[in-house]
């Protein structure tokens, strides 16, 4: 089974409604780390949800729910780090307000 190191999620804003950022269309997926950084003049919130293949984001998925950067802060999510998604299964994002915060997503497709 090749495995490869893929950027999952380019560099992009976090919406201000909850978004599909990625689908696993291989086998399995490791993510192995998302970073967000809120280059806003305040303090913003990011929840993220990781969805099985034909469900949708909600509370039964949350993983992160709204957490708090302030102005500059940059976050690792360890929560997020580690976690397998299969194929079908989605990283789902929600902002608190649009073009506040960046975010990125880099992990292993197995297939």
């Known amino acids: 089974m090749p495995i490869n190191a893929r950027t999952l999620v380019e560099a992009k804003s976090v919406e201000q409604v909850q978004t599909t950022q990625y689908v696993a269309t291989v086998t399995a997926v490791i993510i192995d780390k998302m970073t967000a950084t809120n280059y ?58 649009a073009a506040s915060m960046n975010f990125r997503v880099s992990g292993r497709e197995i297939s």
């Open 40 to 97: 806003s003049s305040a303090a913003r919130t990011i929840s993220v949800n990781l969805v099985p293949a034909g469900q949708l984001a909600g509370d039964s998925n949350l993983i992160v729910k709204a957490k708090t950067l302030q102005p500059a802060e940059t976050y690792t999510f360890p929560e997020i780090a580690g976690h397998i998604l299969n194929t079908g299964d989605s990283i789902s994002t929600l902002g608190s307000l």
